[in-house]
Nanobody, 120 residues
Framework: QVQLVESGGGLVQAGDSLRLSCVAT????????MAWYRQAPGKQRELAAL???????NYADSMKGRFTISRDNAKNTVYLRMNSLKPEDTAVYYC??????????????WGQGTQVTVSS
């Protein structure tokens, strides 16, 4: 079974920075796209950023220029560096990955989420 575990969330002031991490474990052959989503209370979950195996990235408009997604394929880990945080960035941030495993087709997995709270 594949598991994704996020860490790095916390309570910060507007303008501060945080770095989220997500590590994938299990019988993994290859992780294709990895991504970060976020969900504020009462709101729809939205894509924050994604990164392909080769390092191609995409960001939501509100995060462009402030957030940076990166990955370490040797460690099956994806990161999200968040700068210039705003109160509207407050949400639970979830890790997501398309994973290929031994004896299985490619499947999509979610982490448990890590809380980011930004005060003004």
């Amino acid at each position: 079974q594949v598991q994704l575990v996020e860490s790095g969330g916390g309570l910060v002031q507007a303008g501060d920075s945080l770095r989220l991490s997500c590590v994938a474990t299990g019988s993994i052959t290859k992780i294709d796209t990895m991504a970060w989503y976020r969900q504020a209370p009462g709101k729809q979950r939205e894509l924050a950023a994604l990164i392909t195996y080769g390092g191609k990235t995409n960001y939501a408009d509100s995060m462009k220029g402030r957030f940076t997604i990166s990955r370490d394929n040797a460690k099956n880990t994806v990161y999200l560096r968040m700068n210039s945080l705003k109160p509207e960035d407050t949400a639970v941030y979830y890790c997501n990955a398309d994973v290929r495993t031994v004896g299985n087709f490619r499947d999509n997995y979610w982490g448990q989420g890590t809380q980011v709270t930004v005060s003004s």
